[in-house]
T-cell receptor, first 115, second 110 residues
Framework: DAGVTQSPTHLIKTRGQQVTLRCSPK?????VSWYQQALGQGPQFIFQ???????QRGNFPDRFSGHQFPNYSSELNVNALLLGDSALYLC??????????????FGPGTRLLVL | GEDVEQSLFLSVREGDSSVINCTYT??????LYWYKQEPGAGLQLLTY?????DMKQDQRLTVLLNKKDKHLSLRIADTQTGDSAIYFC??????????FGAGTRLFVKA
């Protein structure tokens, strides 16, 4: 049973560019959440997708957008990159059961460096 | 707003017990988690407890929840050098998003 997978593992971009990160959830999971983990900090919630719609969003600007596909995989897009966007981007998947989210499992992350 | 607080550092000797503490503000959280992160790696789910439980034991790990004080702790028995890592307390469920603490860096001295 494959866990949560993310691609690419590492990425280097320059300021102003755009980036797309990808996530495949654990088998049987229908919900994908994205988190940003800056160096030395805990992960910060960006947003969550369920049934191909953004269900909840954290305190991130509109430059951060996402998408969920019918197979439950997801993309995170960041436009107009800033130096401060350099971080580890983590994807987590879970499933909705009886109206509540079961525990979520994290992927290995994509490390983004903005120069 | 929602917040999770943890002490930043803990140092123990190999073989001793480690206790990592956490306090949180969101009383609606239904899941309370402990994650482990090793250098350069993603998050590994260690254990979690439901908000209607007081304690959960899983091999060397014991989680205690004091819901009245909104206090969560993780005890690692017989701590080994391989336990050196960053441990994150997190709360979630119900409202769907998960709020993380800043992490406690555990150093295990041989």
């Amino acid at each position: 049973d494959a866990g949560v997978t993310q691609s690419p593992t590492h990425l280097i971009k320059t300021r102003g560019q755009q980036v797309t990160l990808r996530c495949s959830p654990k088998s049987g999971h229908d919900t994908v959440s994205w988190y940003q983990q800056a160096l030395g900090q805990g992960p910060q919630f960006i947003f969550q997708y369920y049934e191909e719609e953004e269900r909840q969003r954290g305190n991130f600007p509109d430059r951060f957008s996402g998408h969920q596909f019918p197979n439950y995989s997801s993309e995170l897009n960041v436009n107009a990159l800033l130096l401060g966007d350099s971080a580890l981007y983590l994807c987590a998947s879970s499933r909705l059961l009886a109206g509540d989210q079961e525990t979520q499992y994290f992927g290995p992350g994509t490390r983004l460096l903005v120069l | 707003g929602e917040d999770v607080e943890q002490s930043l550092f803990l140092s123990v000797r190999e073989g001793d017990s480690s206790v990592i503490n956490c306090t949180y503000t969101d009383s609606s959280s239904t899941y309370l988690y402990w994650y482990k992160q090793e250098p350069g790696a993603g998050l590994q789910l260690l254990t979690y407890i439901f908000s209607n439980m007081d304690m959960k034991q899983d091999q060397r790990l014991t989680v205690l929840l004091n819901k009245k004080d909104k206090h969560l702790s993780l005890r690692i028995a017989d701590t080994q050098t391989g336990d050196s890592a960053i441990y994150f307390c997190a709360v979630g469920g119900g409202g769907f998003k998960t709020i993380f603490g800043a992490g406690t860096r555990l150093f295990v001295k041989a």
